[in-house]
């Protein structure tokens, strides 16, 4: 027994060192950041290779562990070929990043800025989905409680039928809001996605585009608003939001217990398409609205449509390797079978080939865009030393909703932690 | 080399002819191990610690950087918080785990009913993992609080002392084995003569018992000492560093403790993770020279037998 374990142990290590030495010609490593994508993107390899021969591989980092698997596997001979740069990735990652100006993917996009650029203006990175956040709405609820939809056209509207609905949720069996949690899991809704919207009117306001040094705060009082209807139309108040989840608020409005869930195009999977979470809603009964807070002109208001996902080609890759990557990239963008999968992993894309797609959230944004409304930009992408930033905007709205502490902490942690986040991001 | 004489009924294994050829080998033998203590501690080590005076994001891009991480580290107000803290609640840690711990064993090892039992019922928060204890506790602990209208993560106070019971409660069971099996080994006519003498039992306890244990006490105060300057998940569960003060733009994790801290440096700076790796060395000597002057300091109080 002992010998025959000491020979395969012998084989094994000897196998291992056959596959180190083995090199191909040029082949595709693309290291995808989507666990829930990681079956379609194999699948997708898999026919590329049975087409023309150059091997694909698909390794997917697991969930919150893209960064660390990049750097581990940046560091390797074989590295990645293909993987996700953000605009917070540029400073770490732009050597890295392969000017992508002038190739297929680049020219298959169907709009242009859905490209991150370098100082020097080459193209570090290009968009590969376009996602859209909001309040997620529950139309039948809403009209089981006498509105509609297009009752809601700004925070006034909002806020009337909320504590309309809060005030009567004992006979009507849910409430306003799903819960506004503070816990880890569910608090980035809040310090990125809605403090975003702060963000966009004070940057419109003043035309920023791209990372400024400060900023004013000058809309934090407008968060205010939302954030009390948040929290008090809503089952969950108090201390109770200090450890609510993510998972808490989105059973809240998967179960109709909650009109209204601040959240993103991503949920369509799970509230309507995947059995398993056993939510099982009505795509006709869901619709998305723009997340009011009390803005002059809010009305003209579009859902927050942008992306955080963009695909960067590894410049210190071989010279066949880059080639072998460009060609794959124009496959998946161009191919029947890559933009049949992209539609249905990712919703809308933002190329020339790109399928219709399915979420209704997605339709939604295209819906009041037609309409003339104004896209709400991602504005967060541009924080500085993001954790830093928004653990301080949430540890101040926690002591404001908790402990009944100042707004005024809010504004602080928006203004003064911006400013010294962007000094340390610039100093490297 | 000299031939001993060899006794006829000795193992065949102590005969020079076997014995020579596995010492001139020895070599050998070692070389496994030794190769393992490198690849697996040696090398990272002493890498980790050339690192540290590197600005890199990955370790095949490193570029020398002189002190400059170091005194980033010791200029940024949070890692000098999460020191003190740490050093306060391993001070506090050490002290509550190692008084109940005793206590709990002196009391099991009198004459009960039922003493195995308990025992085995202490020493079962060790088998749970840091993790789920953290969470766990946090479910505890803000069921409670929220009648109160706060919750663990709320106050620095409550965090504080909520790892501190966390702790407590995993650890005592451990420690008390460690003291059981100290009790058990003082030699009954010691405790015999000294209650022939007319000692009091008190007297036993602090003239005869506890001289007679030090070395439990070393391996345990040693044990908890470095058990609380290294604690993470447990820290990452409960709190994760909630809440935090601001002042001036920097973000003060008040619950937040050095290993936690350094994880934090690593995994948000940008560009450089040397400043990460800088605090990983500050922290291995500090915790190496702590546990060696405590090691010092207790085992000059051990007493032969």
């Known amino acids: 027994m002992k010998k025959f374990l000491a020979m395969a142990l012998a084989l094994v290590m000897v196998l291992s060192l056959v596959a180190c030495g083995k090199k191909d010609e040029a082949s595709v490593y693309y290291l995808n950041f989507k666990p829930e994508a990681d079956a379609a993107w194999q699948q997708l390899a898999d026919e590329y290779t049975k087409a023309t021969g150059i091997p694909v591989k698909v390794v997917t980092a697991a969930s919150g562990t893209y960064e660390d698997t990049l750097v581990a596997e940046m560091d390797k001979k074989e590295a990645p070929t293909l993987f996700q740069v953000n605009v917070g990735g540029l400073k770490s990652w732009g050597d890295y990043c392969y000017d992508l100006t002038g190739t297929d993917v680049v020219n298959e996009l169907a709009a242009e800025g859905a490209v991150i650029t370098k100082d020097n203006g080459e193209i570090a990175s290009v968009a590969y989905c376009v996602e859209t956040y909001g309040l997620i709405t529950n139309k039948a609820l809403l009209k089981k409680a006498g509105y509609e939809v297009s009752d809601i056209k700004n925070f006034a509207d909002l806020k009337k039928v909320a504590e309309d609905i809060h005030a009567r949720s004992a006979e009507l069996g849910f409430d306003a809001f799903s819960s506004a949690g503070l816990d880890g899991s569910s608090n980035w809704r809040f310090s990125g996605h809605l403090s975003s919207v702060a963000l966009f009117y004070e940057f419109r306001d003043n035309n920023v585009s791209g990372m400024p040094a400060t900023v004013t705060g000058k809309y934090v009082e407008n968060l205010k608003n939302l954030w009390d209807l948040y929290t008090t139309c809503s089952a969950t108040t108090g201390a109770a939001l200090s450890t609510a989840t993510s998972d808490m608020s989105e059973a809240e409005f998967g179960q109709g217990k909650a009109v209204f869930f601040q959240n993103g195009s991503w949920e369509y999977n799970n509230l309507v398409l995947d059995a398993s979470k056993g939510f099982n809603m009505k795509a006709e009964d869901l619709t998305m609205i723009p997340l009011y807070i009390g803005v002059e002109g809010e009305e003209k208001a ?65 819906a009041l865009i037609a309409n003339g409304n104004y896209n709400v930009d991602w504005s967060f992408i541009y924080t500085p030393g993001t954790d830093d930033w928004r653990a301080a905007v949430i540890d101040a709205i926690s002591q404001y909703t908790v402990k009944g502490a100042s707004w005024d902490n809010v504004k602080t942690a928006f203004v003064d932690t911006w400013a010294k986040e962007y000094k340390e991001y610039t100093a490297g | ?141 803000d069921g409670i609080l929220i009648r109160f209208n706060t919750s663990v993560v709320m106050e620095t106070e409550y965090g504080f002392w909520g790892l501190i019971i966390l702790l407590c409660w995993q650890q005592i069971g451990y420690m008390m084995i460690i003291y059981i099996a100290g009790l058990q080994a003082i030699p009954e006519d010691m405790m015999e003569a000294a209650r022939i003498d007319g000692a009091s039992s008190w007297d036993t306890l602090i ?55 350094i994880v934090n440096a690593f995994t948000s700076q940008a560009t450089n993770r040397g400043v990460g790796q800088a605090k990983a060395v500050i922290f291995f000597v500090v915790v190496a020279a702590i546990s060696l002057l405590q090691l010092n300091a207790t085992r000059s109080k051990e007493v032969q037998q």
């Not at chain 1, 960067?312 to 390797?321: C, G, L, P």
């Not at chain 2, 020895?26 to 496994?32: I, N, Q």
């Not at chain 2, 007679?212 to 000492?225: E, H, Q, V, Y």
Request: charged share 15%.
């Open chain 1, 302 to 366: 579009g859902l927050c449509t942008g992306t955080e996902n963009y695909w960067a080609v590894n410049a210190k890759a071989s010279e066949a390797d880059i080639k072998a990557t460009l060609d794959f990239l124009k496959w998946v963008v161009t191919s029947e079978s890559g933009t049949t999968m992209m539609a249905e992993q990712f919703g809308a894309s933002p190329f020339k080939a790109a399928k219709p797609v399915e979420n209704i959230f997605c339709k939604a944004s295209d």
């Open chain 2, 1 to 141: 080399m000299k031939i001993r004489k060899k006794s006829r009924d000795a193992a065949a294994l102590n005969s020079w002819l076997v014995r020579r050829p596995i010492q001139r080998m020895v070599w050998l033998f070692l070389l496994p191990t030794f190769a393992a203590f490198c690849i697996g501690f040696l090398y990272p080590f002493l890498q980790g610690i050339y690192l540290s005076f590197c600005k890199f994001r990955l370790t095949s891009d490193a570029q020398w950087a002189g002190l400059s991480n170091y005194k980033t580290a010791f200029t940024d107000p949070s890692f000098l918080h999460a020191f003190w803290y740490t050093a306060l609640f391993a001070v506090v840690s050490l002290l509550l785990i190692n008084v109940l711990a005793f206590t709990v064993a002196y009391a099991l090892t009198q004459k009960m009913r039922g003493a195995n039992l308990f025992r085995t019922v202490f020493f079962m928060p060790n088998l749970i993992g840091g993790i789920v204890l953290g969470y766990i506790w946090s479910m505890i602990f």
């Open chain 2, 207 to 261: 003239h005869v018992t506890i001289p007679n244990m030090m070395p439990s006490f070393t391996i345990c105060t040693f044990l908890s000492l470095t058990n609380g300057f290294k604690l993470y998940d447990q820290n990452l569960a409960l709190t994760e560093g909630r809440p935090f003060i601001q002042e001036g733009g920097e973000i003060i994790k008040t619950t937040e403790m050095l290993a936690l801290n």
